[in-house]
């Protein structure tokens, strides 16, 4: 499991991998905080569920990501931990998340990237021998 980042001209990405599919959305909740805070100030003391629904699984991690950014600019929230349950029904990807953290404090979190939106520029989720990997631009 794991995250980086993509280097691109206007704005910025991140790449993630892991070994299921629920983890690579467990490594977007990591990956987006350490790119708007750091991360390994971010303790997990109160708890936030989101639930969300796509199409596509593609689609749905734009969708969750989406919901993060949210939960930060608006609710003042970051998280560095989740627990993520994954379920298709009738054509469509329905997606549970527990996700642990706390109140955005810019003295310990600090502010590294603001990010406007979450872009489709780009955007792969697969399945490969190894796992799974994915791919997303936010715009900045």
Not at 43 to 49: F, H, K, M, Q
Not at 100 to 126: A, C, F, M, N, S
């Amino acid at each position: 499991m794991g995250f980086g980042w993509l280097s691109h001209t206007a704005d910025t990405g991140i790449e993630l991998w892991a070994g299921s599919l629920s983890e690579i959305f467990v490594e977007a909740v990591r990956a987006l905080t350490q790119t708007v805070v750091d991360l390994s100030a971010v303790e997990p003391r109160e708890t936030a569920r989101v639930v969300c629904a796509a199409g596509a699984l593609d689609l749905l991690l734009v969708t969750f990501l989406e919901e993060l950014l949210y939960e930060f600019e608006v609710r003042g929230r970051v998280f560095a931990e989740a627990d993520v349950n994954l379920a298709k029904a009738d054509g469509s990807w329905r997606l549970d998340a527990i996700l642990r953290g706390e109140r955005y404090d810019v003295q310990r979190h600090g502010l590294k990237v603001p990010i406007k939106g979450v872009t489709y520029h780009g955007l792969e989720l697969v399945e490969t021998g190894a796992g799974w990997r994915g791919r997303v631009v936010f715009d900045i």
